[in-house]
T-cell receptor, first 112, second 114 residues
Framework: NAGVTQTPKFQVLKTGQSMTLQCAQDMNHNSMYWYRQDPGMGLRLIYYSASEGTTDKGEVPNGYNVSRLNKREFSLRLESAAPSQTSVYFC???????????FGPGTRLTVT | GQQVMQIPQYQHVQEGEDFTTYCNSSTTLSNIQWYKQRPGGHPVFLIQLVKSGEVKKQKRLTFQFGEAKKNSSLHITATQTTDVGTYFCAGPGAGGTSYGKLTFGQGTILTVHP
């Protein structure tokens, strides 16, 4: 099992460009999450999907959209990137809401 | 909303010394989870505590959940260089619009000097 995979691993964008971060899990988990991690800020939840077909905002959803494509895949889209979105983005999944989470390797995004 | 505070933010120890990080929630938690993130890596689940006053051990790591289920601690005995990383606690939301979310503490960054 690959667990949680994320693509790309690294990305540099110019301000105003758009991109989609992809996440997939092969553990048949119901719940999936997107976090961003900035120095000194811990992990902040952007969006989550408690189960297939549902998505909800987290702590810092502005500037992002998500799609729960199917049970395996949960994508995060930046429509118009801003330098404040420079961060490391982690996708995670869990068997059910509030259960232990399994994280992907992360995407390091720089917006210039 | 729910807040999870962790202290200290940083801890430097000599190899062989003990280390403790503390986690406090503004609300009662149904469970508390601990994660470890190595430098440059991703968070990895360590353990979940569910019962009031619960204590669990994993080799040199001891985890405690407070009687009121609002605080927790992680204690490492005789640290090793392999213990280096950031330790996070996380608690689930209190239901309603918070259901399904974990709130993470800011983490304690542990440095171990050989």
């Amino acid at each position: 099992n690959a667990g949680v995979t994320q693509t790309p691993k690294f990305q540099v964008l110019k301000t105003g460009q758009s991109m989609t971060l992809q996440c997939a899990q092969d553990m048949n988990h119901n719940s999936m999450y997107w976090y961003r991690q900035d120095p000194g800020m811990g992990l902040r939840l952007i969006y989550y999907s408690a189960s297939e077909g549902t998505t909800d905002k987290g702590e810092v959803p502005n500037g992002y959209n998500v799609s729960r494509l199917n049970k395996r895949e949960f994508s995060l889209r930046l429509e118009s990137a801003a330098p404040s979105q420079t961060s490391v983005y982690f996708c995670a999944s869990s068997a059910r809401p509030e259960a232990e989470q399994y994280f992907g390797p992360g995407t390091r995004l720089t917006v210039t | 909303g729910q807040q999870v505070m962790q202290i200290p933010q940083y801890q430097h120890v000599q190899e062989g010394e003990d280390f403790t990080t503390y986690c406090n929630s503004s609300t009662t938690l149904s469970n508390i989870q601990w994660y470890k993130q190595r430098p440059g890596g991703h968070p990895v689940f360590l353990i979940q505590l569910v019962k009031s006053g619960e204590v669990k051990k994993q080799k040199r790591l001891t985890f405690q959940f407070g009687e009121a289920k609002k605080n927790s601690s992680l204690h490492i005995t005789a640290t090793q260089t392999t213990d280096v990383g950031t330790y996070f606690c996380a608690g689930p939301g209190a239901g309603g619009t918070s259901y399904g979310k974990l709130t993470f503490g800011q983490g304690t960054i542990l440095t171990v000097h050989p």
